[in-house]
């Protein structure tokens, strides 16, 4: 008894997608190896589609050198220039692969920036 009332196309078992069927006389599963004739496949026809998101302005305009600077998340870290909180980050990988990151903080209030190896 089938776990899945499906489309043909996927598993009735398991609800895998079954592979496109070839000139075999069956169609194997390959999670669970339930078999269907290639003979039930008579007729239909396979279509597929790509479907492009729209660009948002946003997406597609060049931010200014002033305003890239404070995206990202704000955390509360002090200024050690402007003594206030509030500060943005982001990290660089700077040295080898099997050593920590950079953390590159922004003030959001002076712009100062600052980096703290990890």
Known sequence: ??????????????????????????????????KISVREFAGQVITSSVVFN???ESSSAVESKKDSELSGPVVDRRCSRC??????????QMRS??????????????????????
């Open 1 to 34: 008894m089938s776990c899945f009332k499906s489309d043909i196309n996927f598993c009735p078992e398991c609800g895998n997608i079954l592979p496109v069927p070839l000139l075999k006389d069956d169609i194997s599963c390959p999670r669970c190896s339930f």
């Open 54 to 56: 729209p660009l948002d």
């Open 83 to 92: 003594n206030k909180e509030g500060m943005v980050y982001h990290t660089r």
């Open 97 to 118: 692969a099997d050593e920590g990151q950079t953390v590159f903080f922004t003030c959001i209030h002076c712009r100062y920036q600052e980096k703290e190896d990890s």
